[in-house]
């Protein structure tokens, strides 16, 4: 039935937008760089006054990190929709963006931007969850399905690293817990918060 429907408003020459949202758990003491990654791509796109090419250059760069530390990876889940009006999509992504942005210990990227006095030395975080909601044009198959394993999350991950190459990215929003140096997220608050997450 949905095959019909997506035939039908490719008929009728609607866009289809496709809305996801991954979030990914990391987990050891090790991914601690990666905090200093998401506080640079958020330096950056205040820089270049929140512009979607900069904001997906970012994007790229902790998709590729991410990838780096798939050792660390300890669970996940994905979430989204496929829509055909772009103001259902706006919404959609709003709904999503106030979701990740009351998750315990996190802000959106342009927030952290705001911390100059931000300390050089990284202190150890035993667990980092990393929220990446984004929205584009057509169909990607690999960010369709369920992402809650190793091999799937890599494919999905890479398929979003080419939807900014192919310049179909319309929205992006990366948000993460916990979203300051210094801050911890427990085994038990993050149980609590992230109650989606599946181990991988």
């Not at 790229?60 to 530390?69: A, D, P, R, W």
């Given at each position: 039935?949905a ?6 408003n490719?008929?009728?020459?609607k ?15 090790e ?47 994905n ?11 706006a ?18 990227l ?13 202190s ?13 044009e ?28 192919q ?34």
């Amino acid at each position: 039935m949905a095959t019909l429907g997506n035939r039908f408003n490719q008929f009728l020459g609607k866009t289809r937008f496709v809305v996801s949202r991954v979030l990914l758990h990391l987990g050891g003491a090790e991914v601690s760089p990666l905090l200093g990654v998401l506080n640079q791509v958020a330096r950056n796109t205040i820089e270049a006054e929140g512009d979607l090419e900069v904001l997906g250059e970012g994007l790229v760069e902790i998709c590729q990190n991410l990838l780096q530390y798939d050792v660390y990876w300890q669970s996940a889940s994905n979430e989204g929709d496929v829509l055909w009006d772009e103001g259902e999509t706006a919404d959609y992504v709003e709904e999503l963006f106030t979701d990740s942005a009351q998750r315990y210990l996190s802000q959106p990227l342009e927030d952290l931007a705001d911390t100059p006095d931000v300390p050089l030395s990284l202190s150890p975080t035993a667990n980092l969850v990393v929220m990446i909601t984004i929205a584009c044009e057509g169909e990607v198959p690999a960010l369709e399905t369920d992402l809650a394993s190793t091999e799937a999350m890599q494919e999905g991950l890479k398929a979003i690293i080419n939807l900014h190459y192919q310049n179909r990215l319309r929205a992006i929003q990366i948000h993460y817990s916990p979203a300051r140096f210094g801050d911890e997220l427990t085994s038990d608050q993050l149980l609590q918060n992230f109650p989606e997450l599946i181990p991988l």
